[in-house]
C-alpha cells in the first residue's frame, strides 16, 4: 500500500523535498490530518472550545505519560484511553455544573500537565520532552495506517453527528427542543477532538497543537457567511497551511508544526484584514 | 361551560378534542423547590399564556416541558381519539436566542441542519430548501433564507425560529416571550402569525410573557404561576382579580407595560376587565 504511494509521490511530485521517506510519510499524514483540522476546528471556534481543546491536549499528554509508564501497552493506546476518559469527564462536569465552564477546563487541564509532568520526570523526562514540541518527520509507516483509520472515522462521524453538533452550538435549549440528546452529542464531538489531538501530539507537539484546529477555522470566519463556505474554506486553509508548512519547513530546516501554525496565522491576519469585503 | 367554549372556538382544520396536560410537575434544585404540583390542561388551539413574578419558575417550566432539567410529575399529550400518545412532539421558539453573530451559518443552514440527515456542511437537497421555503412563508419571510443569521434583526429572527419550531408541526409550541430587541410591528406581526397558526392546526400553545397587553389581546387562558399554579382562568378572571396581582407586585408591571404602548392598549385592557369585549376585541386583531 505504502509503496503505491511512494511510487505515486516519486511520480508526481519528482522534487528534492520528496526524495527522502520520511518525507513522504510526512505528507501522507499531513494530507489525512490538515482536513480533519479543519472539519473539527469549525465547531471548536463555533462553541468557543478554543480553551477546551486545548485542555484535551494536556490530557493527552498525561495520558502518553501513563501510557509510557504502565508500559506493555503501547504509550499511545494508553494516551487515547487517558485523554478520551479525561474529554467525557470534563464534557459532563459542564454540563452538570454551575461553574463556568473555563474555571472547569483550567481545574482540569493544570491537574492533568501536573500529574503528566511528574509522571514523565521520575522516569526520565528527556526521553519524552519530544512531546512538548512533536516532530512531524518521524512518523512510522504503521502510524500512518492508524491515521488513516482516525481519517475514515472522523469524517464519518462528522457527516453523521454535524447537524447536531451545528444545532447545539446555535442554542442547546433550541437542539434538545427538536429531540436532540445534546450531552451525547457534546460527547461524540469532544471524543474525536481527543482522538484526533492525542494522536497527533507526538509529531506536533502540546504547545502548538491547538493552533492547528483553531487557525484554519478562525481564519475562514472572516470570509464566509454559511456553514459549506466556512468548511470548504477551513479546510483549504488547514491542507493549503500544512503543505506549504511541511515543503518550507524542509528547506529553512526549521520544525515543521511550527512552520505551518505560523503560515495558518499569516493567512488568518491577512483574512481577518479584508473581512470587511464579505460581511 | 368553559371548556366547551375552547372546543367549539377552533376553525378549519384545528378539531379541539386533542390536549395536552402537565400533571403535578416539580423540579427542585438541592433543596430548593423552585416548581411543586403545577398541573395545567391544555387543549388544542388554544394558547396558555403563563405570567409570574421573576424567579417564579416560569423559565423553569419551559425548560422542564423541553427535558432539560429533571422534573418530577408527568407531561402527557392526548390526540383526538383519546388513545394515549406519550410524549408530545414539542416546538419552541426561544426568549432570546444567545448564540455568537459572528458565526458563518445561514437561515438555511439551520433549516438543513433541522430537518433533514444530509450534513449540512456537504449537502443542501433541494427538497429540504423547498420546505424551508414553504415554513418561512407562513411567517413571512422567505426572503431570509439565505441571510446570515447574524445578519437577521430580533424580529426577523424570532419568525424563523417560529417557522423552524412549525416544522414538523408541534402538538405543543412552547414561546418564551423576547423582552426587548423587537420592534412593536414585529410582535404584531408574530402573534397574529400565532393566532393564525392556533386556528389552522392541532397545536396547543404555551407563552411565557411578560407583556400583559399582548396577553389580553391574544391568550385563551392565563396562568398565574408563581411556584404552583396561583391562578387560572380567562385573561380578565386573572387580571381582574387584584389581590393576586397585588400579592405578587405586578400591578406596576402591567400598568409600566401599558404606558409603553401609547395607552392605546391601556384602553383596550380597561374595557376587557369591566365587560368583557375582550373577545371582539381578540377578533378584531386576528383579522387583522
Known amino acids: ?279 | 361551560m368553559t371548556e366547551s367554549r375552547y372546543h367549539t372556538k377552533c376553525e378549519g382544520k384545528c378539531c379541539g378534542f386533542c390536549c395536552t396536560r402537565i400533571e403535578k410537575l416539580g423540579v427542585s434544585k438541592g433543596s430548593v423547590e423552585i416548581l411543586e404540583n403545577v398541573n395545567i390542561h391544555i387543549h388544542c388551539g388554544e394558547l396558555t399564556a403563563i405570567i409570574g413574578p421573576n424567579g417564579g419558575g416560569k423559565s423553569t417550566l419551559l425548560k422542564a416541558l423541553l427535558g432539560e432539567v429533571p422534573h418530577s410529575g408527568q407531561l402527557k399529550y392526548l390526540d383526538s381519539n383519546g388513545s394515549r400518545t406519550g410524549q408530545p412532539v414539542i416546538g419552541y421558539v426561544p426568549q432570546h436566542l444567545s448564540f455568537d453573530t459572528g458565526t458563518p451559518a445561514s437561515v438555511s443552514d439551520l433549516f438543513v441542519a433541522s430537518l433533514s440527515k444530509s450534513p449540512a456542511w456537504l449537502l443542501k437537497p433541494r427538497s429540504v430548501r423547498k420546505r424551508a421555503i414553504e415554513g418561512l412563508r407562513k411567517v413571512k419571510a422567505e426572503h431570509l433564507l439565505d441571510r446570515r443569521l447574524g445578519a437577521l434583526s430580533g424580529g426577523e429572527l424570532q419568525r424563523v425560529l417560529l417557522a423552524l419550531a412549525l416544522d414538523p408541526v408541534p402538538n405543543l409550541l412552547l414561546l418564551d416571550e423576547p423582552v426587548s430587541g423587537i420592534d412593536q410591528g414585529g410582535l404584531e406581526l408574530f402573534y397574529n402569525t400565532v393566532a393564525e397558526l392556533r386556528r389552522n392546526y392541532d397545536l396547543s400553545i404555551i407563552l411565557v410573557s411578560h407583556d400583559f397587553d399582548l396577553v389580553s389581546h391574544y391568550a385563551d387562558r392565563v396562568i398565574l404561576l408563581n411556584r404552583t399554579v396561583i391562578a387560572s382562568g380567562t385573561p380578565q378572571e386573572v387580571f381582574g382579580n387584584e389581590n393576586t396581582m397585588m400579592t405578587f407586585g405586578i400591578t406596576s408591571l402591567f400598568t409600566g407595560a401599558s404606558q409603553s404602548n401609547n395607552g392605546k392598549c391601556d384602553a383596550d385592557h380597561q374595557c376587557s376587565i369591566a365587560d368583557g369585549c375582550f373577545d371582539s376585541d381578540k377578533e378584531d386583531s386576528d383579522n387583522a
Not at chain 1, 463556568?100 to 521520575?122: H, K, P, Q, W
Not at chain 1, 491515521?147 to 451545528?166: D, E, Q
Not at chain 1, 529553512?252 to 508544526?257: E, F, I, P, S, V
Open chain 1, 1 to 279: 500500500m505504502l509503496e503505491l504511494w511512494y511510487n505515486a509521490v516519486d511520480f508526481l511530485l519528482p522534487f528534492e523535498w520528496t526524495k527522502y521517506d520520511f518525507m513522504k510519510n510526512a505528507l501522507l499524514a499531513v494530507l489525512l490530518l490538515t482536513p480533519l483540522f479543519g472539519l473539527l476546528g469549525t465547531m471548536v471556534v463555533s462553541n468557543k472550545m478554543a480553551f477546551f481543546s486545548d485542555s484535551i491536549g494536556h490530557g493527552a499528554f498525561t495520558g502518553i505519560a501513563i501510557g509510557a509508564l504502565f508500559g506493555g501497552l503501547q504509550p499511545l493506546a494508553g494516551a487515547i484511553l487517558f485523554s478520551v476518559v479525561f474529554a467525557v469527564v470534563i464534557t459532563v462536569i459542564k454540563n452538570k455544573s454551575k461553574a463556568s465552564t473555563d474555571t472547569i477546563i483550567g481545574v482540569f487541564s493544570s491537574t492533568a500537565v501536573a500529574l503528566g509532568l511528574i509522571l514523565l520526570s521520575s522516569g526520565g523526562f528527556n526521553k519524552y520532552s519530544s512531546y512538548l514540541v512533536g516532530d512531524l518527520l518521524s512518523i512510522a509507516p504503521m502510524e500512518l495506517l492508524l491515521l488513516f483509520i482516525s481519517f475514515i472515522s472522523v469524517i464519518a462521524l462528522w457527516l453523521l453527528i454535524f447537524n447536531k453538533v451545528f444545532l447545539v452550538s446555535i442554542n442547546q435549549s433550541l437542539a434538545a427542543s427538536r429531540g436532540i440528546n445534546t450531552l451525547l452529542v457534546d460527547i461524540l464531538f469532544t471524543i474525536a477532538i481527543a482522538v484526533v489531538v492525542t494522536i497527533t501530539i507526538q509529531w506536533v507537539g502540546l504547545l502548538i497543537i491547538n493552533s492547528l484546529i483553531v487557525l484554519p477555522a478562525a481564519a475562514s470566519r472572516n470570509v464566509t457567511r454559511n456553514v459549506r463556505q466556512y468548511h470548504a474554506v477551513s479546510v483549504i486553509i488547514s491542507m493549503f497551511s500544512g503543505i506549504s508548512g511541511l515543503i518550507a519547513s524542509y528547506y529553512l530546516n526549521a520544525a515543521t508544526g511550527a512552520t505551518i501554525v505560523l503560515i495558518a496565522a499569516v493567512i488568518f491576519f491577512t483574512l481577518f484584514f479584508i473581512r470587511r469585503r464579505f460581511a
